[in-house]
C-alpha cells in the first residue's frame, strides 16, 4: 500500500473508532402540554435544548392531533440545524377520563437505530393509568430497550402503580431495558425499592426536577426531585448524569416555565 493511502486508512479507522467510543446521550423531559399551544419561538428554544443529546424520550404530549402535530415540528426544527432526525409518537394512552396523553421518542439516525415498532406496554394492569411507551435502539454493537413513562399525579398515588413497573424487566429478559420519565415520586421512595433488589439504580439522586411559579426570598425556583431514568446494573456498566438548569437565575424562570414546569434530565452511557 503506498504511503498516503496506509496513511489515509489509519485515519479513517482511527475516525471510526473515535466515533464508535463517543457515549450515548439519553435526555428525558416532561414537555408540559406539549401540543399547538407550543408557539414557534419555543418550538425553535426547545429544539436547542435537545439538540445535543442522541435519544430524546419526551412525556405529556397531547394526545389530541395537536400534540403529533408539535412533535414532528420539533423533528423539523431539529433537522434544520444540521444532523438527521426521526421519530415516533405513541398512540393515546388507554387511560381514564381527562388521563390520556401520548409519548414520543426523537433520535439522530446518524447515531442510533430504531430497531422495530415502539409500543405502549398494553400488558400492565389498569391500575397503570398511562402505559409505558417502549422502543428498541441500537447503538453500534449495543441495544437498548427504553421504556418511557408518566406516572400518575403526585396526589393520586402513583406509587401504585410504581409498584406494577417492576414487574416490566422480567418481561424483557433479553434485553438492556431502562426506564425514563416523570415519576411523581422521589428515588427515595421505598416503592422504588422492587426495582433496586432488581439491580436497578436511579441515575439522578437528590436532585429537584421541576420549577415553582416564582422564586422564594432566597433565590429558589426549584421544587421537587420526581423526574429520573433508573439504569440496570449489569449491562450498563459506565454512567454520568445529571439535571439540566435551564432557568439558572430568577429572571429566565417565567420563559423558561413557557417551555415547561419540568427540567429536563439526561444520562451519558458508555460501555
Sequence with gaps: ???????????????????????????????????????????????????????????????????????????????????????????????????????????????????????????LPEAVFREPYLARFRFGEHGLLIANYHARRHDEAPEEEIALLAELPALYPGDCFLLAGDFNRSEEHPVFDALERQGYRPAILGQPTTLKHYCDDR????????????????????????????????TRLEEVRRWSDHLPVWVEIAW
Design 1 to 123: 500500500m503506498k504511503p498516503h493511502l496506509r496513511l489515509l486508512f489509519f485515519l479513517l479507522l482511527f475516525s471510526v473508532h473515535s466515533v464508535a467510543q463517543e457515549p450515548l446521550r439519553l435526555l428525558s423531559w416532561n414537555i408540559q402540554d406539549f401540543g399547538r399551544t407550543k408557539d414557534s419561538s419555543e418550538i425553535r428554544a426547545i429544539a436547542q435544548v435537545v439538540a445535543d443529546y442522541d435519544v430524546v424520550a419526551i412525556q405529556e404530549v397531547v394526545a389530541g392531533y395537536g400534540g403529533a402535530q408539535a412533535v414532528a415540528r420539533l423533528a423539523d426544527q431539529l433537522n434544520r440545524l444540521g444532523e438527521r432526525w426521526d421519530y415516533r409518537v405513541s398512540d393515546p394512552t388507554d387511560s381514564p377520563k381527562y388521563k390520556t396523553e401520548r409519548y414520543a421518542f426523537l433520535w439522530k439516525t446518524g447515531r442510533v437505530q430504531l430497531r422495530g415498532r415502539p409500543w405502549l406496554a398494553g400488558s
Design 219 to 250: 433565590g429558589n425556583y426549584l421544587n421537587h426531585a420526581i423526574d429520573n431514568v433508573y439504569l440496570p446494573g449489569g449491562c450498563l456498566p459506565a454512567t454520568r448524569a445529571g439535571v439540566l438548569d435551564l432557568v439558572e437565575d430568577c
